[in-house]
C-alpha cells in the first residue's frame, strides 16, 4: 500500500492559500481515480482505493501543518507502510509557481510540515514540490504563504494538480522520474511552462 499525503492546515480559512496546495493536489488524485469518500481517522481526512493496480491511502492531516507527521506516522503504523511508499505533496517556495520536482529524502528547506514527518517518521521519504514561488524577501514568508492564491494563479493552479492526479499512476508503478516528466509536458502544453518567478529569491 501507497500513503500519499497532502499538507496543509485544516479548516475554510485555509483552503485557499499557498500552504494548501498539498492538500488540494491529493484532493484531485482522489477525484480523478474515484477513491472513497472522505472520513476521519488517523487524526485526518483519508480515502482508499486503487490507483494503478497499487492500493493507496490518501491522507490529508488535520493536525495543522506543524504536527503533520503525527497523522502519517499513525496511518503508516496502523497499515505497515514502508517509508519508501510514503508520498507527501507539498508547497515549494524554491521553485517557480507551476514547476514540479519529485525527490527522495533531502533537506526539508524550513518546511514545517515535512520537519514533522520527518522528526516522526523517518527522512527517505518521496516528495512532490508544488512550486509556488517566493515573495523575494524572507521576512514575507510567512504572510505569502498563508495567503491565498491570487485569481490570476488560478489557471495553473489547477493545471498542477490535474498533472498531478493525471499521472499518479506512475508513482505506484515506481516511476518517479516519469510521473515529473509527464507533468511538465503536460503543463507546457497547457502554457503553464514558462510562468515566471514572483520575485528575486531573498
Not at 55 to 69: I, Q, R, Y
Not at 74 to 94: N, Q, S, T
Amino acid at each position: 500500500m501507497f500513503l500519499f499525503t497532502g499538507l496543509g492546515n485544516p479548516g475554510a480559512k485555509y483552503a485557499g492559500n499557498r500552504h494548501n496546495i498539498g492538500f488540494m493536489a491529493v484532493d484531485a488524485i482522489v477525484r480523478r481515480h474515484r477513491l472513497s469518500p472522505w472520513r476521519r481517522r488517523f487524526q485526518g481526512a483519508v480515502s482508499e482505493g486503487e490507483i494503478g493496480g497499487q492500493k493507496v491511502l490518501a491522507l490529508l492531516p488535520e493536525t495543522f501543518m506543524n504536527e503533520s507527521g503525527r497523522a502519517v506516522s499513525e496511518a503508516m503504523r496502523f497499515y505497515k507502510i514502508p517509508l519508501e511508499k510514503v508520498i507527501v505533496f507539498h508547497d515549494e517556495l524554491d521553485l517557480p509557481p507551476a514547476k514540479l520536482r519529485i525527490k527522495k529524502g533531502g533537506g526539508n528547506a524550513g518546511h514545517n510540515g515535512l520537519r514533522s514527518i520527518t522528526a516522526q517518521c523517518g527522512n527517505d521519504y518521496w516528495r512532490v514540490r508544488l512550486g509556488i514561488g517566493h515573495p523575494g524577501d524572507k521576512s514575507l514568508v510567512h504572510a505569502y504563504v498563508l495567503n491565498d492564491f491570487a485569481k490570476s494563479e488560478a489557471g495553473w493552479v489547477d493545471a498542477l494538480c490535474t498533472a498531478c492526479a493525471d499521472n499518479a499512476d506512475q508513482l505506484t508503478a515506481g516511476r518517479p522520474e516519469e510521473f515529473q516528466n509527464r507533468a511538465h509536458l503536460f503543463m507546457d502544453a497547457q502554457g503553464f511552462g514558462g510562468v515566471k518567478e514572483i520575485g528575486t529569491r531573498g
